[in-house]
């Protein structure tokens, strides 16, 4: 058979559907390519950045072949109109000094560190070779591409309430890129290339024009560990969950020079899910992009394991005293904990939920997520929802709950904004004047019977031992009873 667009473009079916526009027959060389690209940034994030500019400049030089490809929108599912009744702050309202009473108006930053989840990686792809692009404008956490009713991200749902948010990315492109702003997460980033993120975010905000640094509220998301996992069945050590936690840790203790931070550690999925997408060609992509979950059962087990480890490390420093301070707070979200693959009216896996490769997240689930997120940021410590609900609507800030939630805040109702009990706030019940009389009969039956029982039984004993009380006498020794 003979190559070029023609014979590429059937094979690729971008006018498919949502559901099925997935190519069941990817051409060999395009998935050579994205192994290749893949695999080589993911090395420990060795190369990430140099991968990334190899790819760039692949689509520069073959920009004409993949117009020519075609594509189409991809569907979102997002919010039609906002829910919320916008409470946001004037010119007269006080910035609040403590990080456990900011209302959504009080944010004036997003940024994110972490891996191609957050860069978007392949989110509006239509097919292979729009795979290579990062969509860094629809992320879940630091995307503010258009409005929440076309795109329901985070920082978009932000915006009602803050329309001079900052931070947040639009476009494609690189995390060194314009577009990118302050989304600068690393396509192949592990966890240990995360303190380097933390550091270049830090010097960001420190130098750009556009941030008060002491000043503004800042938002800001910490998600790693898919590319942990995927490495972890052929180096247990390196990615350890005892790594992990040592490079969290570090990066947070990073961030945390940064002041005014709201900070979102976001809990880590179990990524042996993915084996339900298994396809033939999910299979050769998963085989490239994240193999351990395509070598059996036992190495399944090891990464769910490391998962669940990966999960709690992130429950134990959102505890930690010194991230829980009154300008710096750490908030564990752990939407993704239950998150299933979403499926198909016949029990399959509904394939539109993620990028031709059948591992990165497609549109749809970057604003399923961006929901879920926000929910939990409205949600208090102990009660914040573990999976997405497709379909969601964004949660609202109330007058008893006006505050993002942190571990201590509950919202508002730490500092008696809402009672616990509803009904306590009730003011307490009224007597009429008939409940009041017969309340005061029963006291006197209660009380005055059993005082002249007694006052009868002394007067008789009295009387046997020869001696009469006068009335006074009785009267004060029942008083004195």
């Known amino acids: 058979s003979t190559w070029g667009p023609g014979s590429v473009s059937h094979l690729l079916d971008p006018d498919s559907s949502p559901s099925t526009r997935r190519p069941r027959s990817m051409a060999l060389w395009v998935r050579a390519l994205v192994a290749i690209v893949l695999c080589t940034a993911r090395v420990r994030g060795a190369g990430a950045d140099a991968s990334y500019a190899a790819l760039e400049a692949y689509i520069q030089d073959n920009a004409a072949a993949i117009a020519a490809l075609g594509s189409s929108p991809v569907p ?134 556009h941030v008060n640094f002491t000043e503004d509220w800042k938002v800001l998301t910490v998600f790693i560990g898919g590319n942990d996992l995927c490495s972890l069945c052929n180096d247990p050590t390196y990615y350890s969950p005892e790594n992990y936690e040592k490079y969290l840790l570090e990066t947070i203790t990073i961030l945390q020079g940064i002041p005014r931070v709201y900070l979102n550690l976001v809990s880590m999925m179990d990524i042996t899910k993915l084996a339900k997408l298994n396809d033939p060609t999910c299979l050769n992509y998963h085989n490239a992009v994240c193999k351990c979950v395509t070598q059996g059962d036992e190495a399944l087990r090891q990464v769910t394991a490391a998962a669940l480890a990966y999960q709690a490390i992130a429950e134990r420093i959102g505890q930690l005293p010194q991230f829980q301070t009154e300008t710096f707070a750490v908030n564990v979200q752990p939407f993704y904990i239950d998150t299933q693959i979403p499926l198909e009216p016949d029990g399959a896996p509904d394939y539109s939920y993620f990028a031709p490769d059948c591992f990165h997240f497609s549109a749809k689930s970057h604003y399923a997520a961006g929901v879920a997120l926000w929910n939990n940021m409205l949600q208090p410590a102990g009660s914040k929802a573990k999976a997405w609900v497709i379909g969601a609507e964004p949660l609202c800030p109330t007058s008893e709950r006006p505050y993002l939630c942190t571990a201590t805040n509950k919202c508002g109702a730490a500092f008696g904004l809402l009672s616990t009990n509803p009904q306590s706030t009730a003011a307490p019940p009224t007597l009429s004047l008939d409940q009041k009389t017969m309340l005061g009969l029963a006291l006197v039956i209660v009380v005055a019977v059993p005082a002249a029982i007694l006052a009868a039984y002394r007067y008789q004993r009295a009387r046997r031992a020869g001696y009469t009380p006068i009335d006074g006498q009785v009267v004060m020794a029942t008083t004195a009873v």
């Not at 940024?111 to 792809?125: C, K």
């Not at 803050?162 to 947040?168: D, H, K, S």
């Open 76 to 209: 979102a599912t997002t919010t039609e109109s906002f829910p919320c009744n916008l409470v946001r702050a004037t010119a007269g309202d006080e910035t609040p000094t403590s990080v456990h009473k900011l209302r959504p108006s009080d944010i004036r930053i997003v940024g994110a560190i972490g891996d191609s989840l957050t860069a978007a990686f392949g989110a509006e792809a239509r097919n292979g070779l729009d795979l290579f692009r990062e969509y860094r404008g629809v992320s879940w956490s630091a995307g503010g591409q258009d409005t929440v009713e076309t795109r329901s991200t985070m920082p978009n749902i932000l915006k009602k309430f803050n329309p001079e948010l900052y931070g947040f990315a639009i476009g494609n492109g690189g995390p060194n890129t314009e577009n990118a702003m302050f989304n600068i997460a690393v396509t192949g980033a592990i966890a240990s290339d995360l303190p380097g993120q933390a550091r270049s975010l830090v010097g960001y905000f420190a130098e750009s024009p």
